[in-house]
């Protein structure tokens, strides 16, 4: 860009042009402007200045934008003090809501678990999980081994961490669950040893486990209940007083009451805190084969070969009898307070109602027969299992199966889900509390019938379910 140089006349020009004089330069540079002396000095540099200006004004609007924002924030102290409490108040209405939301859903919580438990109590509560099951694969199925004699009892800890199996070996194994490695063998002795021997010295026969997991109480067939530390395997105490072989152990639900049933026919209760008796219960006419109970002070109890199922009412001091199946009734367990499930030699599966004197729905041949056309025999169903308060049970044979069944709607059918092979005569099974698998204790023979000597090693096995619930 071209810019015009103008020099001020103070004396003689220190470059003259040649042939020009300075007025005429002058009048020229008079003409061309056309204006005074000042307003020619003002041209030139207005162009210039326009430069500047507009430099100028983009940062005067930004300093005008500035103080306008800062004129919006430019407020009273009254005016801070009404937006701060409104500010206040917005945080108290959201903390407000947020805690009614909270107080909201633990009231719906509470509610629903208080309704839970009070059909728990009364005997209606029941899960529908069975339609969710599915047969797990041979890779999910996990045997461990360790007894050198048949497998007759076990019973899962509260925590589901560990397995307590017992034998006809007169041993008590404890399981990790997760490794499947033993942690403490008790082992047993020989019969006539009792006084110096700190195990069994015959078969154990029976098992059961309180809900807190303090005690552990394992029975055998020298009439003797030993009482034991879960955790160090410690012998506590020995609760004796039945004539017959121990062959059913049960705690009672939230405390440590202890109900044992024996082949001398009787039941009897135990407080197992001040290793105490508490009383005998007579009815049974032949030897009891299996117990249980929950949270009531009751006990179910099946008897063998008298072909009954009762139902003891400890504190009314009375007892229901029910007659259903027709043979020997060999295992029973409470589905919940009002729902029981057993099996028999007679090949039957059968669910009760404590409130009906007959079943309620009843399979045949359960799991199937055996023997030549005409003769056929059904299998003996050795053990029964339910995962309490659902719709799911379990039963085993020594047909080397487990089957599992879903419970119709009020109990009264009982529809097969599937199979799971376990090859053995299937003397126990246990679900864990909460589904996620299923123990079965295997033997080469039933638990209630005497050893002879066999090539194959007993076994425990649990099926996991996790993958199916």
């Known amino acids: 860009m071209a810019s015009t140089f103008f020099i001020k006349n103070n004396g003689d020009s220190a470059f003259p042009k040649k042939g020009h004089s300075l007025a ?62 409104k500010v206040y108040l917005d945080q108290l209405r959201e903390e407000e809501e947020k805690k009614a939301e909270q107080v909201s859903f633990e009231t719906e919580l509470v509610a629903g678990r208080l309704q839970e438990e009070l059909l728990e109590q009364k005997g209606k509560l029941q899960r529908c999980i069975a339609k969710d099951l599915l047969a797990p694969d041979a890779s ?19 925590d589901e961490k560990f397995i307590f199996s017992g034998s006809k070996d007169c041993s008590i194994i404890k399981w990790d669950i997760e490794t499947g490695k033993k942690l403490h063998t008790i ?30 109480a394992s029975g055998d067939m020298n009439r003797a209940i030993i009482i034991w530390e879960p955790d160090t395997c410690k012998q506590l105490y020995k609760l004796k007083g039945h004539r017959g072989a121990v062959s059913a152990l049960s705690f009672r639900t939230g405390s440590h009451d202890l109900y044992s049933g024996s082949h001398d026919r009787s039941v009897k209760v135990w ?50 009898v029910f007659h259903g199946h027709g043979g020997s009734i ?47 025999q059904p299998h003996w169903v050795a053990s029964v299992a339910a995962l309490q308060n659902s719709d799911t049970v379990a039963s085993g044979s020594d047909n080397s199966e487990v089957h599992v069944w879903a419970c119709g709607q009020g109990f009264r059918s009982l529809q097969p889900l599937f199979s799971v092979p376990v090859p053995g005569f299937i003397n126990s099974l246990e679900f864990s509390t909460s589904g996620k698998f299923l123990v079965a204790g295997v033997g080469q023979e039933h638990s209630n019938l005497l050893y002879s000597p066999l090539n194959l090693r007993p076994l425990i096995s649990p099926i996991s379910t996790s993958s199916l619930l």
């Open 24 to 85: 005429t330069s002058k009048r020229k540079n008079d003409e061309d402007l056309g204006g005074n002396s000042k307003g020619r000095a003002k041209k030139p540099n207005s162009k210039h200045n326009e430069e500047i200006s507009s430099e100028s004004e983009t940062e005067s609007t930004a300093e005008q934008n500035e103080r306008e924002g800062e004129d919006e924030f430019d407020e009273t102290p009254q005016e801070k003090k009404l937006r701060l409490a």
């Open 140 to 158: 999910e199925i996990r045997v461990l081994r360790g007894h050198q004699l048949p497998v007759t009892c076990l019973v899962i800890s509260p």
């Open 187 to 216: 082992k047993g002795g020989r019969k006539g040893t009792e006084a110096r021997h700190g195990g069994h010295t015959t078969q154990v026969l029976c098992m059961a486990i309180s809900s807190d997991g303090k005690y552990l």
């Open 271 to 320: 407080n197992v805190d001040e290793n105490a008796y508490v009383e005998t219960l007579f009815g049974h006419q032949d030897a009891i084969t299996g117990l249980d109970c929950l949270s009531r002070e009751r006990c179910v109890t099946a008897g063998g070969r008298d072909n009954t199922v009762r139902v003891w009412k400890i504190t009314e001091e009375s007892q229901l």
């Open 330 to 376: 060999d295992c029973i367990q409470l589905i919940n307070e009002e729902h029981m499930i057993t099996g028999s030699d007679d090949g039957s599966v059968s669910v009760w109602s404590v409130n009906k004197k007959k079943p309620l729905s009843t399979v045949k041949v359960a799991h199937g027969s055996f023997g030549e056309a005409g003769l056929e």
